[in-house]
């Protein structure tokens, strides 16, 4: 079974632009959340979707946001970026959504790791 | 609010030694669960063990295995038999039992010496 895939891996961006993130799950998972890592916040839960709908959110402003498709693909979208954006962002995708329990296995995919200048 | 401790920054370990790795964590929840997660440097992270708040068992995996002391409130990894492949970051992260992500702690990256 393929893992979770994350494109592109690598990206430079401007501070003002914005940029789109993808993240495919692994096949049958319903559930994927996004994940932000820097070195001074440490990692970060942004949030998650399942079946197509944003089922939490962590304390990010509004300039991040997300969806998922039909496929349980989903994308993650920063507009007006920020040089403090700049971040290892790592997607997750689980069989349940993350309200199903204390147990809740993710899995991670490689990650995207954006810079902004 | 949640949070998560792991006070050791980094550490050296010669090969073959065990290795414990500190985690504590603070919750008013009855209901949560405690992951363990290596980081190799290629970024990935590796689900390695989990424990429940209600396991009255210590949880293993392989050379895993997870120190649960509740009312201490610390879930301390304990890697038996150090190999170099262990040298990573580590992670140890938290989940209550509502609509919540993970809430991870800083890390603790290890190093294993020939």
């Known amino acids: 079974k393929a893992g979770v895939t994350q494109t592109p891996r690598y990206l430079i961006k401007t501070r003002g632009q914005q940029v789109t993130l993808s993240c495919s799950p692994i096949s049958g998972h319903r559930s994927v959340s996004w994940y932000q890592q820097t070195p001074g916040q440490g990692l970060q839960f942004l949030f998650e979707?399942?079946?197509?709908?944003?089922?939490n959110k962590g304390n990010f402003p509004g300039r991040f946001s997300g969806r998922q498709f039909s496929n349980s693909r989903s994308e993650m979208n920063v507009s007006t970026l920020e040089l403090g954006d700049s971040a290892l962002y790592l997607c997750a995708s689980s069989s349940r959504p993350t309200s199903g329990g204390a147990y809740n296995e993710q899995f991670f995919g490689p990650g995207t790791r954006l810079t902004v200048l | 609010a949640q949070k998560i401790t792991q006070t050791q920054p980094g550490m050296f370990v010669q090969e073959k030694e065990a290795v414990t790795l500190d985690c504590t964590y603070d919750?008013?929840?009855?209901?949560?669960?405690l992951f363990w997660y290596k980081q190799p440097s290629s970024g990935e992270m590796i689900f390695l063990i989990y424990?429940?708040?209600?396991?009255?068992q210590n949880a293993t995996e392989g050379r895993y295995s997870l120190n649960f002391q509740k009312a201490r409130k610390s879930a301390n990894l304990v890697i038996s038999a150090s190999q170099l492949g262990d040298s990573a970051m580590y992670f140890c992260a938290m989940k209550r039992g509502g609509a919540d992500g993970l809430t991870f702690g800083k890390g603790t990256h290890l190093i294993i010496q020939p």
């Open positions: 979707y399942f079946s197509e709908t944003q089922r």
């Open positions: 919750t008013s929840d009855p209901s949560y669960g």
């Open positions: 424990q429940g708040s209600y396991d009255q």
